[in-house]
């Protein structure tokens, strides 16, 4: 093994794109693995992370479970492979420990389409409200939360609120208008928010990928442009209901043991296709839009958690007083049950 700070995998160049220059072999694998133990740290990938830092990674999963492991690790760091809201996630979990994350440029679109300031208007429009937030917000705007959800639990929470009071959801309008449609609900209002990647998943590339691959089942997250069209398809037998299903990430790999189909088209980012066929090698999975890809999450490079981790840089802060407040709304949420997982 070689000495700490001696340079084995090669040398971390920024872009603007991202950090460049390292390529993914066993000598740097081997080296991420070190010096992760060196600073006591547990390595977390998310699943749309590239294939190599999510096989490299002590953790894979959705945002939610992974900074729920995190807040139970022993490890005094926490290394978030993933986008910023999640290192931020992390770190409102679990206060005391050092949270770094590799690229901390690694935003969301998703996430930044609403401020605190932008909610806390929306907030004196609707005295009284309840305001449910998906759990890919900043910290800021969790803060300004009442509870927060997972695509897993959008449902059961907003259900959970009483059927008189105005609920203010936000930031995604897919998985608002699942939400509505679901619960019925006519006091849901939606902030028009979306992610780039998921809302360029739509309905008609869904229907026609579909009709090619007709004993398919199809896995759709809820944020995708082409949740609503799919269950309308469904609805009216264009696409089969029984092989039409709504999952979270984390239910997606569920599914995937469970399924007796031979092939499933999957419509939520690409990086999911890996865990997917490690779950299920027998299954052929394949992308109904194989250009949905984030390339926040894409920023997060060999080099970059090779800098990360040599340098302990970029480590993610959250006020105390913020994150006790946000801690809140996450909390609330765990309160209700079944966070399963959310991006
Ligand atoms: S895929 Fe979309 S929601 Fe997920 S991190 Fe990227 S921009 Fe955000």
């Known amino acids: 093994m070689a000495a700490t700070g001696q340079v084995l995998a090669g040398t971390s160049e920024r872009t603007d794109a991202g950090y460049t220059g390292v390529l993914p072999d066993e000598r740097w694998a081997e080296e991420v693995r070190h010096l992760a133990r060196e600073r006591d740290a547990v390595l977390l990938a998310h699943n749309y992370q590239l294939p190599e830092i999510q096989d490299v990674a002590d953790h894979t999963g959705d945002s939610l479970a992974l900074s729920r492991i995190a807040a139970e690790s022993s490890a005094s760091t926490i290394v978030f492979c993933g986008v910023h809201f999640m290192a931020e996630t992390a770190k409102i979990l679990s206060p005391d420990k050092t949270v770094l994350i590799p690229d901390e440029r690694a935003g969301c679109s998703l996430a930044d389409s609403i401020t605190a300031e932008q909610l806390r208007e929306w907030k004196a429009q609707h005295p009284g409200a309840v305001v449910v937030s998906y759990v890919n917000t900043t910290a800021d705007v969790k803060a300004e939360t009442d509870i927060c959800c997972t695509s897993s639990n959008a449902v059961d929470v907003v259900r959970s609120i009483p059927a008189d009071r105005e609920v203010l959801f936000c930031p995604d309008q897919f ?80 599914a995937a043991r469970e399924t007796g189909a031979k092939s499933v088209l999957v419509a939520t980012e690409v990086g999911m296709l890996h865990q997917l066929r490690r779950a299920a090698p027998e299954i052929d999975f394949r992308a109904v839009n194989d250009r949905a890809s984030c390339r926040y999450m894409k920023m ?19 006020p105390a007083d913020v994150a006790e407040r946000a801690r809140g709304s996450v909390e609330r949420m765990i309160a209700i049950g079944k966070p399963g997982g959310g991006e």
């Open 175 to 254: 998985l608002g208008a699942h939400v509505r449609r679901a619960t019925g609900r006519e006091n849901l209002h939606v902030w028009a928010g979306e992610c780039h990647v998921h809302a360029g998943i739509n309905g008609p590339e869904l229907a026609s990928r579909a009709a090619e691959n007709p004993d398919a089942d199809l896995f759709i997250h809820p944020e995708c442009g082409c949740a609503t069209s799919a269950l309308y398809l469904a609805g009216e037998g264009t696409l089969p209901e029984e092989r039409v299903k709504i999952l979270s990430t984390g239910g997606m790999l569920d």
């Open 300 to 318: 997060i490079t060999p080099a970059a958690l090779l800098r990360c981790l040599r340098d302990g840089a970029d480590e993610v802060d959250v």
